[in-house]
Nanobody
Framework: QVQLVESGGGLVQAGGSLRLSCAVS????????MGWFRQAPGKEREFVAA?????????YYGDSVKGRFTISRDNAKNTVYLQMNSLKPDDTAVYHC?????????????????????WGQGTQVTVSS
């Protein structure tokens, strides 16, 4: 069983930065696809980023965060990070990390929630204007 615990959320002004962490326990994170999703009040959950260990391209991002957010992992700490720069009020949401070992030929399959088997409780990010 895999447990995921997010941290690092908070209140930040527009243009600022935050780094979210997702601590993985129960299994070795390096063998999992790790994803970040977010959900704002009244909106559907949205794909943010994914890191795929067996893919040559390795990382994927949602269109709204490309160039601003970076997903990375520290295998020694069994932790996945989401570095968020140039934050905007529209980035306000609860951010969840997720994990799966399902293998798909196309990285785009990981843009949806379906493939992920494990989810964290989320951490709130609020960006003020």
């Amino acid at each position: 069983q895999v447990q995921l615990v997010e941290s690092g959320g908070g209140l930040v002004q527009a243009g600022g930065s935050l780094r979210l962490s997702c601590a993985v326990s129960g299994r070795t994170a390096s063998s999992y696809v790790m994803g970040w999703f977010r959900q704002a009040p009244g909106k559907e959950r949205e794909f943010v980023a994914a890191a795929i260990p067996w893919s040559r391209d390795n990382t994927y991002y949602g269109d709204s965060v490309k160039g601003r957010f970076t997903i990375s992992r520290d295998n020694a700490k069994n932790t996945v990070y989401l570095q968020m720069n140039s934050l905007k009020p529209d980035d306000t949401a609860v951010y969840h990390c997720a994990a799966t070992q399902k293998v798909y030929l196309s990285g785009s399959y990981y843009y949806s929630e379906g493939p992920y088997d494990y989810w964290g409780q989320g951490t709130q990010v609020t960006v003020s204007s």
